[in-house]
């Protein structure tokens, strides 16, 4: 069954260093969205990328983030100068181009440890 | 600004029981709503996807219903197995660009 691969898995950084995360959404998908779960809370929307640009993304999504299609398949996310408070699980996701009437399917999440 | 609300946070169950889970909606506005699946420290699987047009969902054991006017939806467990124990989330989709707002989950323990 085709799936959202993620990597790394776990990723520990100091603070002030930036970190690419990596996704892998599902082949023939066209919406693809990065989350975050801060440790406890709840998951929260970052930003919504389609046609190799952003099309929605939340007031966490500020300059130090950016997102990328860098190839035909991979999407990244790049926090610049990382923060203690980015530590959270990072989670890719991807829909089809219906998007009001499809799933979004999830990765297994990139664990983002801030020291 | 749409607030998604899960309750019970917790629950916890003899094995063989029925349940229900509920999720809340303050903007009735949705185009869909879906039940995930979160096992800890591990990613989010999808269960069910309810769309705005639709009254309820089933897969398996599982059923969800979704009232759009009140903004409420169940997740109702048949027959629950330790296997069962998780985090559930519920999300709604508010908007064209697929963004979906999640509550803060229901974490359930099924006892053998």
């Known amino acids: 069954e085709p799936e959202v691969t993620q990597t790394p898995s776990h990723q520990v950084t100091q603070m002030g260093q930036e970190v690419i995360l990596r996704c892998v959404p599902i082949?023939?998908?066209?919406?693809f969205y990065w989350y975050r779960q801060i440790l406890g809370q709840k998951v929260e929307f970052l930003v919504s990328?389609?046609?190799?640009?952003?099309?929605?993304k939340s007031e966490i999504f500020d300059d130090q983030f950016s997102v990328e299609r860098p190839d035909g398949s991979n999407f990244t996310l790049k926090i610049r100068s990382t923060k203690l408070e980015d530590s959270a699980m990072y989670f890719c996701?991807?829909?089809?181009?219906?998007?009001?009437?499809?799933?979004?399917?999830f990765g297994q999440g990139t664990r983002l440890t801030v020291v | 600004k749409q607030e998604v609300t899960q309750i019970p946070a917790a629950l916890s169950v003899p094995e063989g029981e029925n349940l229900v889970l509920n999720c809340s909606f303050t903007?009735?506005?949705?185009?869909?709503l879906q039940w995930f699946r979160q096992d800890p420290g591990k990613g989010l699987t999808s269960l069910l996807l309810?769309?705005?047009?639709?009254r309820e969902q089933t897969s398996g054991r599982l059923n969800a219903s979704l009232d759009k006017s009140s903004g409420r939806s169940t997740l109702y467990i048949a027959a629950s197995q330790p296997g069962d124990s998780a985090t559930y989330l519920c999300?709604?989709?508010?908007?064209?660009?697929?963004?979906?707002?999640f509550g803060q989950g229901t974490t359930l323990q099924v006892k053998p």
């Open positions: 996701a991807s829909s089809e181009i219906l998007v009001m009437n499809t799933e979004a399917f």
């Open positions: 082949s023939n998908h066209l919406y």
């Open positions: 990328f389609y046609n190799n640009e952003i099309s929605e």
């Open positions: 903007d009735s506005a949705i185009y869909n």
């Open positions: 309810i769309q705005s047009s639709q």
């Open positions: 999300a709604v989709k508010g908007s064209n660009t697929g963004k979906l707002i």
